[in-house]
């Protein structure tokens, strides 16, 4: 390599005046070409680099404005699902309850049960004569009931004290039909109570 650095050398110093200065730009142009050609690679990474981090640091920055919005919405999310996790509340029980305190009469009562998802349906049809397994859905069941002569203030304390419940109980319906001589005494209120839990299905 050196032998051959000599001989550029000498070849180079054999050549005229006019000759070595076009050589001489021509390196010269061809220094520059390669050291422009380096820094816009280097500068594109360089920028694309900056690019990243500023998009990473925007998106922490993100994070860290709604991490307490979020911790919090998980852990009333995961309060939810406990609580439909461990219901075991009867219906009947708590209204028959809540109505004798109150001195209120329930008439009768009508239960209806429905899933509110359908996973072990799913599961099923996909899965005709495979292993057993478990799985959980939501179920809502309900209890309809007939009550008479019952005063408002008497009704508005028995919603508040069914929809008050750690459980997740809910009034889905109600229909009132009221006296004409006092409307402050309702002659007939038919309404349905609702309560929500994870149940495990057997497939």
């Known amino acids: 390599m050196q032998k051959g650095i000599a001989l550029f050398f000498d070849a180079f110093d054999r050549l005229s005046t006019r000759e070595k200065t076009m050589v001489s730009g021509l390196a010269g142009a061809a220094l520059i ?5 380096v820094w816009m690679v280097i500068g594109n990474q360089i920028s694309t680099q900056t690019l990243r981090n500023d998009q990473l640091r925007n998106t922490l920055a993100q994070i860290k ?19 439909l996790d461990r219901n075991q509340l009867k219906l009947v029980r708590l209204m028959e309850s ?3 305190k109150l001195g209120i009469t329930i008439e009768d009562f009508k239960e209806t049960k429905r899933w509110l998802t359908d996973k072990h349906r799913r599961i ?3 899965s005709e004569g495979a292993k ?15 009550i008479r002569r019952i005063g408002l203030k008497q009704l508005a304390e028995f919603l508040e004290v069914l929809e008050s419940q750690r459980e997740p109980v ?8 009221t006296l004409a001589s006092d409307r402050q005494v309702l002659r007939e209120v038919r309404m349905t ?11």
């Open 33 to 37: 070409t390669i050291i422009a050609l």
């Open 170 to 177: 809910a009034v889905t319906r109600l229909s009132i039909q």
């Open 65 to 83: 404005i709604h991490k307490e919005g979020f911790l919090e919405a998980k852990a009333r999310m995961d309060a939810d699902q406990q609580r």
């Open 193 to 203: 109570v609702s309560t929500y839990r994870n149940e495990e299905v057997e497939l």
């Open 124 to 126: 099923k049809k996909r």
């Open 132 to 146: 057993k397994r478990k799985v959980v859905d939501l179920l809502e069941e309900s209890q309809t009931v007939t």
């Open 98 to 100: 809540e109505a004798t």
